[in-house]
């Protein structure tokens, strides 16, 4: 079995090498050279290998316009990472080849049918969009994620010399998109309604082309932290602004417009959740209504409840939320926001402990325990199984995107295939950004999370739903969906709108501080 088996695959490498054996470009026949290559290396040595990858290396050189001696240490490098490639299993060596394969593979992808803004705007935006920016930022990702992997499993001074070789070309495909961007980011913020310096738009602007470097594109949600956390702030609401779109979500608009494919516009409930604040944040009424009432009351609440919570472990009937506790302490906490010298008295308090903190931190961080090592050889597997998740992906990636050539009644469909994967996408971000991570995230879950779990168990939530639902669907489905929305979708909802609402509030000019 294993001798038929290991024919088969040398019958059909060999095919490959007959169909890959001219130079020209042919993706069809490129989207196989590395798995080819492998099975090779594998079976005939790398220097078999090395002729089936022979006019990968040569197009490479055309993307990345490389000279002759570049070229001969590229393809020197290429065949050390086969030689340690060339195992059953997925190894970082193969990530670093299908990722040189799909940066080439990506310069001859055809532009793809993308019918979501296309019935969006009904019709207006044509289905194929090019997105040049993306391309760009896309390619120095590639480059950036073969250099950074290049420099951890580099072996050989061949290895070395190929990372040695990529950063200059990845750092030149960074200034030209980012140029680019940073001038498309500078127009939109001049041409907003906001008060700042141009020193607080600059730090915008350098926010966001952190952001696109590490993560490859920014949101809505990118935009309102950076601009909550810098000098550049709004006006309160205008009468035209209740109805229709403020300053932030115009920002939104025309970045996304600009850096198609790189900016994600927010969606319907980050918009509706932008608005309804904006008239609690952004006008006189709704400010005093925040910040003496609604505010201290809301914070009162979740921390005598998170209290009783704790109580409850160690008493019967702990009485700590009751109506009375929660008003005196909303009292004593729009004092101690709302009055300077109080408020001033407890930022100090608080800067002395977080410094005692810090110190005490740095001083753990000097020595080195078990627990330390035990936790990087954790992060060492966490790595390598990654690397082989990674691996799968690339085939899978490339099959998608740079399948056979096909006539375009094939590309019309894989259209409407993106079309049907956009809302499948949309539901998950919208689980995910609002249930999931302020669930698992502890910095959120505590204790507001806690808090809205504990009072929903209280209040007999559960059992209401499942009663309700139970009239509709059999009893495991109802007590399934009862208990998923009302302990942890509705618990999690409240943790991510409590701390969103820090960062909106800080977006207005009336919010902040009156000397800074």
């Not at 059909?12 to 069809?28: F, I």
């Amino acid at each position: 079995m294993a001798v038929g088996g290991r024919r088969s695959q040398t019958v059909r490498a060999g095919k490959v090498m007959d169909a890959t054996s001219s130079n020209g470009l042919n993706p069809a026949v490129n989207l196989r050279r590395v798995r080819t290559a492998l099975i090779v290396a594998r079976f005939e040595g790398a220097a078999q290998a090395d002729i089936v990858l022979a006019p990968l290396w040569d197009e490479l050189a055309a993307v990345l316009q490389l000279s002759d001696d570049e070229r001969a240490t590229v393809r020197r490098a290429g065949r050390r990472l086969l030689e340690s490639a060339r195992r059953p299993w997925p190894t970082r060596e193969a990530n670093i080849l299908f990722g040189l394969q799909t940066l080439v593979l990506s310069e001859h992808q055809d532009d793809p049918y993308d019918y979501v803004e296309w019935l969006r705007s009904f019709g207006r935006v044509s289905y194929r969009r090019s997105r040049p920016l993306k391309r760009k930022v896309e390619k120095f990702r590639r480059l950036a994620e073969i250099s950074d992997r290049l420099r951890r499993v580099a072996r050989t001074d061949e290895e070395v010399k190929l990372a040695e070789l990529l950063e200059p070309h990845r750092d030149r495909v960074r200034d030209e998109a980012f140029v680019e961007i940073r001038e498309h980011l500078e127009v939109v913020l001049d041409g907003i309604d906001m008060d700042g310096t141009v020193d607080a738009k600059q730090q915008i602007v350098a926010a966001l082309l952190g952001r696109i470097e590490r993560w490859g594109g920014t949101d809505f949600l990118d935009v309102r932290d950076a601009v909550a956390r810098c000098d550049l702030k709004m006006h309160d609401l205008r009468a035209a602004e209740l109805v229709g779109e403020d300053a932030l979500l115009e920002v939104d608009a025309a970045i996304a417009r600009r850096l198609d494919g790189v900016h994600h516009r927010a969606e319907v409930y980050l918009r509706l959740l932008h608005r309804l604040q904006s008239v609690l944040f952004g006008t006189s009424v709704g400010r005093l209504l925040s910040q003496y009432l609604l505010g201290p009351l809301a914070v009162s609440a979740i921390l005598l409840f998170f209290v009783e919570y704790i109580a409850e472990q160690f008493f019967a009937e702990p009485a700590v939320a009751t109506l009375v506790n929660v008003s005196g302490l909303a009292v004593l906490l729009s004092l101690m926001v709302n009055v300077g010298p109080i408020r001033r008295a407890i930022v100090d308090v608080a800067r002395g402990i977080g410094g005692w903190f810090s110190r005490r931190r740095a001083q753990s961080a000097a020595g080195t325990s078990w627990l330390g090592r035990a936790w990087r050889s954790l992060r060492a597997l966490y790595a390598e199984v990654v690397e082989s998740v990674i691996t799968s992906l690339y085939v899978i990636d490339d099959q998608l995107r740079f399948p056979s050539p096909r006539p375009p009644s094939a590309r019309i469909a894989d259209g409407w295939l993106r079309l049907g994967l956009f809302f499948v996408t949309y539901v998950v971000r919208f689980a995910f950004r609002l249930v999931i991570e302020p669930t698992v995230n502890p910095v959120k879950h505590i204790p507001v999370v806690t808090v809205a779990g504990k009072i929903s168990i209280a209040s007999g939530l559960p059992v209401f739903l499942v009663q309700s639902l139970g009239t509709t669907m059999p009893a495991a489905a109802a007590w399934t969906l009862g208990t998923t929305i009302s302990i942890i979708a509705l618990p999690g909802l409240i943790g991510f709108l409590a701390w969103e609402t820090r960062y909106n509030w800080r977006l207005y000019r009336a919010n902040g501080p009156r000397k800074v």
